[in-house]
């Protein structure tokens, strides 16, 4: 289980987090969604320990992850896979060493293991030919979804993925959709999703959490969004293009596609 | 005057980062062959791949000496083999290491700052983390490695490289044979000297590295933010091995 405890953070004399509090438990994928700069990036780099908050703590399985030492971290953050905002592929490696690099690095397979490894995360990404493309020679979208490859090699009991449909078309966002809720029904994994796409919310998510003004704003169940009255989640949700029906106000905001 | 403080205390901060940065990168390493590999594959790019732009630089080094010591200093009073008096103890205590020490700045020191920086803007760095990785030990201790195994190395290389070139011009010039060049080397050659130049290329070796390490890993604000860290990693490599050129010649000579 995933605790934020009381989270605020500032950067240059921005409040980004304030008094932040977020319970993911395990088997849950909670969605945090927000206006871009609201911080939902940070909240989840306090999560893997890459940022300290100033105020608050971070317990993942029972460990405060800032109180251990940093051995230890690694080893919490062994349990985790990011998918990042931009892919976060290492250049250097092709797409296939890119997701081979956790298995080599952290399990001692022998080759032909990683190998098999690497194609079935490939294949479940829908890219199986792609291994020996350098990062350069591949699409925003494709490099994307190497970079989940590479987050679910490892098989992580958590996955936070960063805007893990922007920049991918439909039927891909729709694949990546498919993805995520199989990962969560055949492995149990806790999920964390960054998105603004509310199809993608409605298709994976367990509970929401909206980040307004520095603060969790509004949180729920995707169905409780229909009987809030928040004004500015209403307003977020309202103006995805997935929201149809006419709106004159925010009762009557229909959240199906 | 919370400005004026954090101004003074500025260097202290920076000192204390650089000091905490290079400590990491030598604890709790994660996996001895990763490294092993990294380290190779650094010794080639920062050591193979510089032969031909130091010993360019190196050769030139030495012919220009060999012409102007034949200008300033021979005459009636002084024999044609001061040349190698001079030229070869200046490219084993000075040209050799500093010459290959700036080439190398600009060279080696940009490539690691651009490197480090760029995997620090597009979330690479983040991604080793959070992978479970310690990314200082990983990426620095292998380009640090690199640097003080291949630098000395590369200063012989200069130093032979630069010695020949004098020789060529002396001989193509007209200045002297080979042989007045060697035996004007020999009437001054102290044994101490390539063990300070060797000392010398060590430590500018690892200034190189660290610095840029330095750079390229704290690099903030995208790619205007590279291109700071790679001309500061340049500039001030070679502030820092003038710096260390005259602690050395003070303390050692």
New interface residues.
Partial sequence: MIRLEHITKQFNNTVVLRDVSLDIPEGETLAVIGRSGSGKSVLI?HA?G?LTPDEGRVVVDGANIHEVS??EL?????K?G?L???G????SMSAFENVA??L???TGKPDGNIRSRVEACLEMVQLPDIGKKMPSELSGGMQKRVALARAIALEPKYIIYDEPTSGLDPATSNHIDELILSLNERLRVTSIVITHDMHSVLAIADRVAFIHKARIAWSGTVDDIHRSDHKSLLDFVRANEYVIGEQTSASEVSLHP | MTYSLTWFLRPFTILGKYSLLIFHAFVSPDDFRTYRKNTFNQMMRIGVESIPIVALAAAFSGAVTTVQVSYQLVSVFLPATVIGSVVAPSMILELGPVVTGFILAGRVGARIAAELGTMRVTEQIDALEAMGLNSISYLIAPRILAGIIMFPMLYVAACAIGIGGGITVANLGGYLTTQEFVQGAQDFFRPFDPYFGLSKAFVFGFIITSVSCYMGYFTAGGAEGVGKSTTQAAVMSCVFILIADLVLAVTLL
Avoid at chain 1, 74 to 78: A, E, F, K, L, S
Avoid at chain 1, 88 to 91: E, K, Q, W, Y
């Fill in positions: 780099k893997v890459l940093y051995k690694r080893r919490i953050r062994r985790f990011v990042f905002q931009g976060a592929l290492f250049d690099f956790p080599r690095t952290f």
